[in-house]
């Protein structure tokens, strides 16, 4: 199919793209790599009057260290986050989930911005973000906003965004030292959204006991969940195999996820302990303590 008639803007600052915003605001979207807008359009689930097209606001993408954290610009493609040095020695959890988005050439074009202000419930980003604590630069003409994930995500496919409002950048703390990775998921096909996926944080002690463990889920909720019984029970534990197993059954007592044509809410909700205990202990291995 064919998208409905819109008027095309193609603003070359972040003050014109905010007008625009300002002036069309509830008949607008903005356009940033379109690999979830432009299907949307072309099946005419979206028909706004207005397409106001970012990629030519050369500030809006960048990525930059920041006092103890990585601030990356909305426009920011996906792959050049993903190959990019500074994410690869900080936040190295967030080039691994990359790669778990769709395949090289829709990264080539999909943003970081673009991803996080979607919110596909089953994407992997948000998931990433809610366990690093990242936060949003929301920027109209009335006013500056910084969001964090839990005010962000509002649900299923939606966000704080309000009409006129631009998301600009988002912030990821660096974790500190001593502190594993891993992101793990289960799709129907390599460069599917997950139908489970979870991402996983865990800072050990000298003595390998665990001082702080985050878990955040995806496809499993309208937006990122994290589960904080199973985080919790890990505390003060040296993280074995017995550990892991016991938080993944916390995480699979906790969740109440839907089931669709995908999966079933049993298989959803057993998948995400397995891989939760996964991801935990291929985060402790990665501890350099
Ligand atoms: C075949 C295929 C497979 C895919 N697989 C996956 C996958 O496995 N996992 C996954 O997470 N994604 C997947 N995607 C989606 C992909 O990651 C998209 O790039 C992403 O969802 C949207 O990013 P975008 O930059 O393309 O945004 P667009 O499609 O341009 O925009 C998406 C939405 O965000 C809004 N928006 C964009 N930027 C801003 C901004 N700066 N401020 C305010 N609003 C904004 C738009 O108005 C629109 O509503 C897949 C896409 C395709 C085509």
Redesign the pocket.
């Known amino acids: 199919m064919k998208p409905a008639p819109f008027q095309y803007l193609a603003p070359r600052t972040r003050d014109e793209a905010l007008e625009a915003l300002r002036q069309f605001g509830p008949d607008a ?12 359009l072309a099946m005419r689930l ?1 028909r ?1 009057a207005v397409l ?1 097209d ?1 990629n030519r606001v050369p500030d ?1 993408a960048f990525v930059r260290a920041a006092r103890g954290a990585i601030v990356i610009g ?2 920011t ?2 792959r050049t986050v993903e190959t990019h040095p500074l994410v690869a020695t900080q936040l190295p959890l967030l080039r691994e989930a990359l790669r ?4 090289p050439q ?2 080539t ?12 419930p ?5 998931a990433v973000a809610s366990v690093l604590g990242a936060t949003f630069k ?1 920027v109209s003409r009335r006013r500056q906003r910084t969001l964090g994930c839990e005010e962000f995500f509002t649900g299923y496919l939606t ?1 704080a ?1 309000e009409p006129d ?4 950048e988002i912030r990821f703390p660096v974790p500190p030292p001593r502190t594993g990775w891993a992101f793990q998921e289960v ?1 129907r096909r390599h ?4 139908l489970v996926g979870v991402a996983a944080l865990v800072r050990l002690d000298g003595d390998r006991r665990c001082i702080e463990a985050r878990l955040a889920f ?1 496809g499993v909720g309208p937006g990122p969940v994290r589960v904080a019984d199973a985080e919790a029970l890990l505390v003060g534990r040296a993280l074995t195999r017995e550990a892991a197993d016991e938080a993944g059954r916390a995480v699979t007592a906790a969740l109440e996820p839907e089931g669709d044509i995908h999966a079933s809410a049993e298989y959803r909700k057993h998948v995400a302990g397995v891989l939760a205990a996964r991801a935990l202990l291929q985060a402790a291995e990665r501890v350099q303590t």
Do not use: C, N, Y
């Open positions: 979207k903005v356009l940033a790599g379109g690999q979830s807008l432009v299907p949307l979206a706004p106001v970012i809006l909305a426009m493609r996906q778990w988005v769709g395949h829709i990264r074009r999909g943003t970081i911005g673009g991803s996080l202000a979607h919110a596909d089953a994407a992997e980003l948000p929301v966000t965004l409002e631009l998301l600009t799709a460069g599917d959204f997950a995806t």
